[in-house]
């Protein structure tokens, strides 16, 4: 039991009815998971409205309700606590609850549009090469040492991170990686969390479904900068034109790193083959098993981190070496008749054009690259055509199908995305709205040594179609096929 004025810590409370001097069980803010002495934070969120269940909280046992308007019915016995914004007054509260776990260990938060997967992923897969217990909060999964658990949001709730946090403290882990994304970002989950470090990865076209404007998708990324301490740092990629935006307002101290420019970390892409790149980081060269120049920026930021948290550099190279790919991220096979099959993430403009520029800068021209590609329901439809046209521009031959409709008509989708494919690339793409059938076309269409690009889906191994997950995984059903096929 939590006495409930304890985990008000830090909370902006603008008025209180009832005492606060009481024993609270948990906290929540799904009505449907109160129970009996529970806290119910009424959260305004994009689809409802937590002050229209704060009634029903009561009924289910609530002992204190935590919102920013006070209800007009105002049961007798049931403390009220009005703040000026129930998002950051969850974050803190689920700190105060936990016990303020981020202080005890060192967290570091990768935010960007692309990359933040793959440097969280392989800094915690360093970071256990190195001996070390760590953490992970990532969109692909948790994990808190060894144990893994399901991840659902790139950015979990406040209540979740500080759970797992919680959980990391007490196995003993010193360092956790997170993803940060501008939805958690804005809805002020990580606000009451210790950084100690923070990386800038890029900034391209992506979630305008949820940000109004790009600029207010900018400036959401950059608030997490302003608000690191002087105490932690922050590395950012200056390549990207918005590299230097991040670093204008932040109290902590300010790295940079390139491939580019100059930058505190600087390295050069000596060969890029499908088995792996030659890299020179900070003068000292190192090859390693991922590929592309956008792998390059990712294991540049995974180096300077390493060493700002106190890693030999020599070190850090030699674990670099010995680095796995993640998880549907550039993760390929070669076929019996030498067909290389690549599943990868790219769901936005800027991912898929490097994924694709990569695949060309590796291959012969002596082969066909077959793309597959779709785009997500109830998400940014802007970038739809631009997928579609960057698809038919770098690509042999193009297939549009779904990736996960949601709650939108799969054919719509693929109508916007053949908007923006020139008539120069008309004859070069195809549309099938089924996925696995496109991909069972895409493996036909192959002849030996082609490259068939799967996009969109990576490491998912569901597709959501009405509100249903339906069991699906693109690497899966690409090796199956090719095998049926003979291939």
């Not at 019915?73 to 007054?89: F, R």
């Not at 403290?169 to 804005?186: K, L, R």
Request: aromatic share 8%; with cysteine.
């Amino acid at each position: 039991m939590k006495i409930l004025k304890d985990i008000l810590y830090k909370v902006a409370i603008e008025a209180v009815k009832g005492p606060t001097d009481i024993a609270i069980n948990k906290m929540d803010f799904d009505s449907r998971k109160i129970e009996v002495n529970d806290v119910f934070v009424a959260i305004r969120g994009s689809i409802s409205d937590g002050h229209d269940f704060i009634e029903k909280a009561i009924q289910q046992g609530a002992l204190a309700i935590i919102c920013d308007t006070f209800p007009e019915n105002i049961v007798i016995g049931i403390t009220y606590v009005q703040v000026k914004n129930t998002n950051s007054a969850v974050a803190f509260m689920a700190a105060n609850y936990f016990g303020d776990p981020s202080q005890s260990l060192k967290l570091v938060g990768i935010t960007g549009t692309n990359g933040k997967t793959t440097i969280a992923s392989l800094l915690y897969q360093l970071f256990k090469k190195a001996g070390f217990k760590v953490g992970l909060l990532s969109t692909v999964k948790i994990l808190v040492d060894d144990v893994e658990y399901k991840a659902t949001h790139t950015t979990p709730d406040s209540i979740t991170i500080n759970h797992y946090l919680q959980e990391m403290v007490e196995n003993g882990v010193e360092y956790c990686f997170m993803e940060v994304s501008s939805h958690g970002i804005h809805q002020k989950r990580t606000e009451a969390l210790h950084f100690v470090g923070g990386i800038f990865t890029n900034l391209s076209h992506d979630h305008l479904d949820y940000h109004p404007t790009f600029a207010e998708y900018r400036d959401v990324k950059k608030s997490f900068f302003d608000n690191l301490p002087k105490t932690a740092f922050v590395l950012s990629n200056i390549d990207d034109k918005n590299g230097p935006v991040m670093l204008q307002n932040t109290a902590a101290k300010k790295l940079t790193y390139a491939l580019k420019t100059y930058a505190d970390y600087k390295a050069q892409i000596l060969e890029n083959q499908l088995s792996g790149l030659l890299l020179k980081i900070n003068g000292d060269e190192v090859w390693v098993k991922l590929i592309g120049t956008f792998n390059a920026y990712n294991l540049l930021a995974i180096y300077g981190t390493a060493v700002e948290l106190g890693m030999e550099s020599m070190e850090v190279l030699r674990l670099l070496s010995d680095l796995e790919s993640v998880s549907g991220r550039f993760q390929f096979i070669v076929s019996t008749s030498n067909i290389t099959a690549i599943v990868d993430y790219a769901h936005t403009p800027d991912a898929l054009e490097n994924v694709l520029k990569t695949i060309n800068d590796i291959r012969t021209k002596n082969e066909q690259l077959i793309t597959v590609v779709g785009c997500g329901g109830n998400r940014d439809k802007t970038k739809r055509p631009i997928m579609a046209g960057i698809a038919a521009e770098l690509s042999d031959k193009a297939i549009f199908t779904s990736d996960n409709p949601r709650n939108e008509d799969p054919e719509v989708i693929i109508t916007e995305m053949e908007q923006g494919v020139g008539p120069q690339n008309y004859k070069k793409t195809l549309t099938i709205t089924d996925r696995k059938q496109a991909i069972k076309t895409a493996c036909q269409l192959a002849q030996p040594n082609d490259i068939i690009l799967i996009a969109g889906k990576g490491h998912e191994t569901y597709q959501e179609i009405n509100g249903v997950r339906h069991d699906f995984d693109d690497m899966k059903i690409v090796k199956e096929i090719l095998v049926q096929l003979g291939k």
